[in-house]
């Protein structure tokens, strides 16, 4: 019978407060700032290219499937490399490497801005991925491993507010900038955010490194980069494609291999593991998982639903339509903030049940009072309870996640975390947006009895193409757009109740399979062995 040896961990002292201490009240704050303003460059860059799209194709004379490549190839980036960069922080040390991707991340910025052609454009954009995903992963892992534990819920508020607010916030700038200016101003922000954020990097924020007796588990980053990209693919592709193109059914057999392998190779590594999947057993990690994956899935849906809404039911501009958004995106940074004061006293999983519940109303809310006529009154209810249902249940959830693994994979946790928010957001946007696809082009049939064929074929290929239809004029117009704006409703209400439905399950698994409060006022997600609080 073998025997496994323990994993030798050890916190490098170097990656203290500079002298082995943890940083006074002051510079703690800075810290905060800094990695949250990297943070924001990170997502802002998620979701503000979204708000240029005429203005791209028209620049490169792009298609529609060139411009959402460009667009989502960062993403397929950012969450394919999340989980190996991280866990090379950890290990290479997390200062170097949040200052090297501010520096790849600022300079595919720059290129975007002022990429001569789509091909350009492209690479920068996918280098710009890369770079965030040193990003993203490193700003957590700096607060797990820099604030004492009795701080570290508010800090993780602070940065789930903005990494849940900060796309909002981010494509609301964005529009900003296209209206007064063009797209090449939206590679701006980015730029302006991470010399910032270097600039406090380099004065603030301590390194910090782990030291191990394993060997980094190459096999684990290289089949986790695989499973992650065909998944994340295959849900970008399918409802442009078809989920039977062979590309997207390539993707998804891809994706869904490497993912058993990598579980099979993990399993086989045990402690010198990427990422520990035996973790998953534990109520804290899974939960908290588990919660993540379904509320930003629905976030991301509900955008997919709430844009087209606003701009093509209610006619409203893209910047006003993004305005529209920040009661939301205010409260759901407000309740972030609030969660690890309320988890304090009631417990991470009855915080997490109630913002569950919020967002669940929420959704029954908007699915119940939405309408044409009632216009953006009838869905702002349901959206700022969304907003604080999401808040209060991000923030607990994150902090189960980051928990449940040891310091020295405080890297890997954090980019688990994040993967788990990209997989979500690609699941909500492919499913919600093909519910809200198939609910539309099921009601709006019946109402074009009449229509000349032709323009009726237009009308169901969405609520836009029925519009555009509707105003080249002729004797229909009126006829289409009522169809098409009542039609669009209907697809509403259809994705709204799924999204209420897989609320109700996430409920009631949290309610009983969800991380409990200790004796001490603490989650039950143990501080793991060889794990040291700073």
Not at 131 to 147: H, N
Not at 215 to 221: E, L, S
Not at 377 to 382: A, E, K, R, Y
Not at 448 to 473: I, K, S
Request: with cysteine.
């Amino acid at each position: 019978m073998s025997t496994q040896q323990p994993a030798q961990t050890g916190h490098d002292p170097s990656g203290a407060a500079g002298d082995g201490g943890v940083p006074d009240a002051r510079r703690r704050r800075t810290i905060l700032i800094a990695v949250c303003i990297a943070l924001m460059a990170v997502i802002a860059s998620v979701s503000g290219l979204g708000v240029a799209q005429p203005d791209l194709a028209v620049a490169f004379g792009a298609s529609q499937s060139t411009v959402l490549w460009i667009i989502n190839i960062y993403t397929l980036g950012l969450a394919a490399l999340l989980l190996p960069l991280g866990a090379l922080g950890d290990r290479l040390g997390r200062k170097p490497v949040l200052i090297t991707g501010l520096a790849v991340f600022g300079t595919a910025s720059a290129a975007a801005g002022l990429a001569p052609s789509a091909e350009v454009l492209l690479a920068a954009r996918l280098l710009g991925g890369v770079g965030a995903a040193m990003i993203m992963p490193i700003t957590l892992a700096v607060i797990t491993s820099t604030f004492p534990r009795e701080e570290r819920g508010r800090a993780i508020g602070a940065w789930t507010a903005v990494a849940g607010g900060g796309g909002i916030l981010g494509m609301f700038l964005s529009a900003v900038l296209v209206d007064v200016a063009n797209w090449r101003w939206l590679f701006v922000l980015p730029v302006v955010l991470v010399a910032v954020a270097l600039a406090m990097t380099l004065r603030s924020v301590p390194n910090s490194r782990e030291t191990t007796g394993h060997a980094f588990d190459t096999v684990g980053a290289l089949t986790s980069v695989v499973a992650v990209a065909g998944l994340v693919f295959a849900l970008q592709e399918g409802p442009e494609r078809g989920w039977t193109d062979p590309a997207t059914a390539l993707a998804s057999a891809v994706g869904a291999v490497a993912a058993a392998g990598f579980v099979a190779w993990e399993l086989r590594r045990r402690d010198a593991a990427l990422l520990d999947v035996r973790l998953f057993g534990e109520r804290a990690l899974a939960g908290g998982s588990v919660t993540l994956l379904a509320v930003f899935g629905v976030q991301a849906g509900i955008f997919v639903v709430l844009f087209p809404f606003l701009q093509a039911v209610l006619g409203w501009s893209g910047l006003l339509s993004t305005l529209a958004l920040m009661p939301m995106a205010v409260l759901m940074m407000a309740a972030s903030g609030l969660a690890p004061h309320l988890g304090a006293r009631v417990g991470p999983r009855a915080t997490m049940a109630t913002g569950v519940l919020l967002t669940g109303a929420g959704l029954a809310l908007m699915a119940s009072v939405v309408s044409v006529d009632g216009g953006y009154l009838s869905v702002l209810p349901g959206m700022l309870a969304m907003g604080l249902g999401m808040g209060l249940s991000m923030t607990p959830s994150t902090e189960a996640i980051t928990g449940a693994l040891p310091r020295d994979r405080q890297g890997v946790a954090s980019a688990l975390n994040d993967v788990t928010r990209e997989l979500g957001t690609a699941l909500g946007v492919a499913l919600l947006g093909a519910l809200l696809s198939t609910g539309y082009r099921a009601a709006v049939g019946p109402r074009l009895d009449g229509v000349p064929e032709g323009t009726a074929d237009t009308a169901r290929e969405g609520v836009a193409n029925a519009l555009d239809a509707a105003h080249q004029g002729g004797p229909y117009a009126r006829e289409l757009i009522l169809a098409a704006r009542e039609s669009f409703v209907d697809g509403w209400q259809n994705a709204m109740w799924a999204g209420v439905a897989v609320m109700a399950v996430l409920f009631l698994y949290i309610s009983v399979l969800g991380p409990r409060l200790s004796a001490g006022g603490q989650s039950d997600a143990p501080e793991p062995v060889g794990a040291k609080v700073p």
